[in-house]
């Protein structure tokens, strides 16, 4: 079992930027990327971000390159996601997948999180 921690959420006004967190740990062996997705209210859950940690590659949905920017961190199983410019539209609680390879995260297939609430005011 893997377990999967987020923090960093917060709220910011319009223009401002957040730094999200995301923590895997127990059987991680398998466990060689990690995406972020996020839901708004009263809609499903939407890709932002995703990272392979040994590949190093990444990817990102277009309502955020430019702005968003995934990393994976000095020990592997952590991913961070630094979010500049956010806007309203942002707000959504953001969530960490943890998955075996950058496929099985872009398709949200692993372990998830509990999330995080990213509120952006105007």
């Known amino acids: 079992q893997v377990q999967v921690v987020e923090s960093g959420g917060g709220l910011v006004q319009a223009g401002g930027s957040l730094r999200l967190s995301c923590a895997a740990w127990?059987?991680?062996?398998?466990?060689?990327?990690a995406a972020w997705f996020r839901q708004k209210p009263g809609a499903g859950r939407e890709f932002v971000a995703a990272?392979?940690?040994?590949?190093?590659?990444?990817d990102y949905a277009d309502s955020v390159k430019g702005r968003f920017t995934i990393s994976g961190g000095n020990a592997k199983n952590t991913v961070y996601l630094q979010m500049n410019s956010l806007k309203p539209e942002d707000t959504a609680v953001y969530y960490c997948?943890?998955?075996?390879?950058?496929?099985?995260?872009?398709?949200?297939?692993?372990?998830w999180g509990q999330g995080t609430q990213v509120t952006v005011s105007s």
């Open positions: 127990g059987r991680t062996g398998s466990s060689d990327a």
């Open positions: 990272l392979s940690w040994s590949a190093g590659g990444t």
């Open positions: 997948n943890v998955a075996s390879d950058l496929w099985a995260a872009r398709g949200a297939l692993g372990y």
